[in-house]
């Protein structure tokens, strides 16, 4: 005889997480639509969400990684939230450092921001069958972890615009007028970039950009 499996309970306490408005009701909307009657509250800096999640018990959090005030997965730390609590990241970045930080921190979920409408919706209801929340992109590259690793570091699709428009003479506040993000987010690629290849300025960005066939 089969035992029947307990599927997991409807999130009906909602933390969203997430300094931009229009993303911010955009996932208020997704969330009534996958999960009716849920009550949400929302968060637009670390310390609020910090705040709100020492007080109270949320059965899914919506984690925005870029805020102004920190990395949201700080809320992931202890003493942090409850196991019974699922915490599904949803952002603009979509590299290893990000996903596999916040996996280990306990992270059951990786969206996109991208994954907007019937997209996020099915995501995010794919809890209750025990699907965790993955963009088909984000799922992609967890798989490829797992194949032997090029010798040369690769830039997401996203940090490669980033590092095109610098590279193209952008100023942080243009590019991220050019991609519809914040500057705050911009930073954070641009270090990304520096980092993933070792370079420290501007010039040495637009070499490596040359060197990539990256410019035209």
Avoid: W
Avoid at 85 to 97: C, G, H
Avoid at 193 to 206: D, Q, W
């Amino acid at each position: 005889m089969t035992e029947s499996v307990t599927p997991p309970a409807i999130p009906h306490h909602i933390l969203i997480v997430e300094d931009h408005p229009e993303v911010c009701q955009t996932l208020r909307a997704d969330s009534r639509i996958a999960f009716p009657g849920c009550h949400i509250l929302t968060a637009e800096t670390l310390q609020k969400a910090q705040t709100l999640c020492a007080h109270s018990t949320f059965d899914l959090i919506l984690l925005d990684i870029g805020l102004p005030d920190g990395e949201g997965t700080e809320v992931l730390r202890k003493p942090g939230v409850p196991e019974q609590t699922t915490v599904v990241v949803t952002t603009l970045f979509d590299d290893d450092e990000h996903l596999f930080e916040a996996l280990r921190l306990g992270a059951l979920g990786y969206l996109l921001k991208d994954d907007t409408g019937t997209d996020m919706v099915e995501a995010l209801q794919g809890i209750l069958a025990g699907r965790p929340p993955l963009s088909p992109s984000i799922a992609k590259r967890i798989l490829q972890s797992f194949a032997p690793k090029p010798t040369q570091h690769m830039l997401s699709p996203r940090e490669e615009e980033v590092l095109i428009l610098i590279s193209r003479g952008y100023s942080a506040r243009e590019a991220a007028q050019a991609l519809a993000v914040s500057a705050h987010t911009v930073a954070d690629y641009v270090k990304s970039v520096y980092r993933k290849l070792h370079i420290n300025n501007r010039a040495e960005a637009t070499a490596e950009a040359m060197r990539r066939g990256l410019l035209r």
